[in-house]
């Protein structure tokens, strides 16, 4: 499979150097769409295993010039509109990590794969335990009347609430068909605006931003007389590079968009 990274940052690092041992795979480039606003522009890229790779900030250009299979994309959500259109127009099938993508170009994404009928994977968390985590609060979001997300990460991360945390809420209210209880912030009173956070469907949602974090959610829910946590906790990002592997490989095999990695292990 011929293959594009989309991102040089340390997500993109880490997928480069993970497809690079990958004997079913090639790279044939690498893009970096904010290449100019970030870091001085440059046309070659090379990896840490001393690989040398073309590097574009145009994924049009880089498509049209290397033909690649498949394109895996960790970068930004500003980004995502330029990708979409490119993978559509050359027939590229896209797996996509990028957090913070909006539901309207998931959408997009979606009607233009069916159309073409091109395999692609976008997914807010490619950690399998988290995909686990987010197919048990489903389970569980049936049997609780209130809910809340509590999502901790890197001082780094641009977005918040995280991807995770909204795939999250939004799988636990259509799994009840109905919105959790969420006290009315109107009737309540908050010694420091934005105490209780934000809700989505009545799920509470809480964003934690520090050092020494990498990726962790807890998902607590509550009933008459009891409560029910789920966590998970990512202590390196080398937890996500199966999940990377698994949507690379089955991604040449799908028709149409996988939007999330459940149906690709057996939970949906």
């Known amino acids: ?95 996509i990590g990028t ?30 335990g988290a995909v686990v985590q987010m197919h048990l ?7 609780f009347d209130a809910a809340e997300v509590i999502e901790l990460h890197h001082d780094r991360k641009a977005d918040s609430p995280s991807g995770t945390a909204l795939a999250t809420a939004r799988g636990m209210r259509e799994a009840r068909d109905s919105d959790f209880a969420h006290p009315d912030p109107e009737l309540e009173h908050e010694g420091a605006e934005g105490a209780r956070g934000a809700a989505l469907g009545g799920v509470g949602i809480h964003s934690v931003r520090l050092p020494g974090l990498v990726a962790h959610q807890e998902v607590i829910l509550g009933g008459r007389g009891q409560t029910l946590s789920l966590r998970h906790d990512t202590t390196g990002r080398e937890s996500f590079m199966p999940g990377v592997l698994l949507a690379v490989h089955a991604v040449m095999g799908l028709d149409g968009l996988a939007e999330g990695l459940d149906s690709l292990i057996g939970l949906s």
């Open 99 to 128: 957090s913070g993508v909006p539901q309207e170009e998931v959408a997009r994404l979606r009607s233009g794969l069916a159309a073409h009928r091109l395999g692609g994977v976008i997914a807010a968390n490619f950690a399998l």
């Open 1 to 95: 499979m011929r293959a594009i990274v989309s991102g040089t940052g340390e997500m993109g690092r880490l997928v480069t150097g993970t497809l690079e041992a990958e004997p079913s795979v090639e790279i044939v480039g690498v893009l970096e769409p904010l290449a100019g606003q970030t870091a001085p522009h440059q046309e070659r890229y090379r990896s840490g295993s001393g690989a040398d790779y073309p590097l574009a900030d145009d994924p049009e250009a880089l498509f049209r010039a290397t033909r690649p299979d498949l394109v895996v994309d960790f970068t930004n959500a500003q980004a995502t509109p330029r990708l979409i259109d490119a993978v559509l127009a050359a027939g590229v099938r896209p797996v």
């Open 137 to 143: 609060a489903r389970i569980a979001a049936r049997f």
